[in-house]
């Protein structure tokens, strides 16, 4: 058993190094997105669609993420993606033109969009239903320490002359030209095997992680594999498709994106100097990381729903007390950093930990590239929205940063609330089990995601 968990660890942890690249390309912007404004001389509307091309690219990778994973492999795909984020990260620190970093910057979006859908798919593919929720969970993490890595980088390299931001930039072909080594090492997902009828293949994969249970998951999958591609919006799904609308919605409307993206900014609107509005960020992130460790630890044990629950509760509390920060422009001390701070546990343990687990979970096999794709799409999708209009509102007034926070406040009482009376519990239950529950099944349709380990 400790081989076959070892296994599981060791391929769920290279591929949710895509969520490392993700995050990295997130966060890095938020130290280069002043130098950009100035070089290009930007309109706050262009310098909110600059900022925002990324996550417009986040679009398109998460719409087109699930199509080619389901025809050619979750594998190749995870490749592709990594030489995206090489490319990007390269690209956009050499673009000689707003044009051209505009470009780089949607093409690294398009990896994001797409590693949301395939890398968390494929984990939930490979690991037992025991574990499944730590293993996904793993993706999490790993965007959480690539947005710590970003805040460290921007500001160890904050004074490297008025070309830094290309080297913030360029930092991230590094962690991307790893990623894609590694992956030649992680086998195709099992089930994608079976589909294509390479059986013998399939077999090998599930030796090497379930050891004697390959048998049991075997059958199961090959069940699975005979369900047809079915019609997310056949009216079967309603409830999955609501479940993952709702929950990517609700994490962008928790302010996340623009607090990630804008954070010196944010800081900087306090009247705090440049260079400790860099390294204030790092705190936030360092808090991230440590508060999706431990929602990692308990959210197989605690269960999802407990979780949203509480982080939306206490998000609404230390938004609001910030709203009002900058409603009276109260910033003594650091009052702004510890609220900020303390809402960042809250968001990392919860919904942070929870969204990309809870997508993978809802939709049975016969969709579950297209929930994937949906789930992803509908996260973006108000991630490129917010990030586009945050600045146009906050725009050097305190005033318009406390209407915003008042309203990422709000949003998450009304989160709160939608998961307490609309949400199911997932912890602990096979995919089959889930899907059994959560969707209006036609016929004999079976659909077995990962099998239990005794």
Known sequence: MQRTSTTILAWSSI??????LFGFDTAVISGVEKSIQELFKLSPFWHGFTIASALIGTIVGALAGGVPADKYGRKPVLIAIA???????????????????????????????????????????????????????????DVIAGILVAYLSNYWLS????????????????PAAVNLLLLWLVPESPLFLIRSGKEEQAIDVLSRIYGDGAAFSLEGMGRQSRVEKGNL????????????????????FSGINAILYYAPRIFELTGISSKEAFLQPVMI????????????????????????????????????????????????????????????????????????????????????????????????F???????????????????????????????LIQAITVWQFFPETKGKTLEELSSELSERDGDEVVVGSARTK
């Open 15 to 20: 591929v949710a190094m895509g969520g490392f």
């Open 285 to 380: 992130g360092v808090t991230n990381a440590a508060s999706t460790l431990l929602g990692m630890l308990v959210i197989d044990k605690v269960g999802r729903k407990k979780l949203l629950i509480a982080g939306s509760i206490g998000m609404s509390v230390c938004l609001g007390l910030v709203a009002r920060s900058f409603y009276l422009r109260d910033f003594e001390g650091y009052s702004l950093l510890i609220l900020l701070v303390l809402y960042i546990v809250f968001f990392a343990f919860s919904t942070g930990a929870v969204i990309w687990v809870l997508i993978s979970e809802v939709f049975p096999a016969s969709v579950r590239g297209q929930g994937q794709s949906l789930g992803s799409f509908t996260h973006w």
């Open 382 to 412: 108000f991630a490129a929205l917010i990030t586009f209009v945050f600045p146009i509102i906050v725009e050097g007034s305190p005033l318009g940063a406390g209407h915003a926070f008042a309203f990422f406040s709000v949003m998450m």
């Open 233 to 252: 919006f056949s009216g079967k799904f309603s409830r999955p498709i609501a479940l993952a609308f709702l929950v990517a919605a609700f994490n962008q």
């Open 159 to 174: 004074n490297a002359g008025a070309d830094a931001w290309r080297w913030m930039l360029g930092a991230g072909a590094l």
């Open 83 to 141: 030489s995206l984020f090489l490319v990007s990260a390269v690209g956009s620190a050499l673009a000689p033109s707003l044009l051209l970093f505009i470009l780089f910057r949607f093409l690294g979006g398009i990896a994001v969009g797409a590693s949301s859908v395939v890398a968390p798919m494929y984990i939930s593919e490979i690991a037992p239903a025991s574990s499944r929720g730590r293993m996904t969970a793993l993706f999490q993490f």
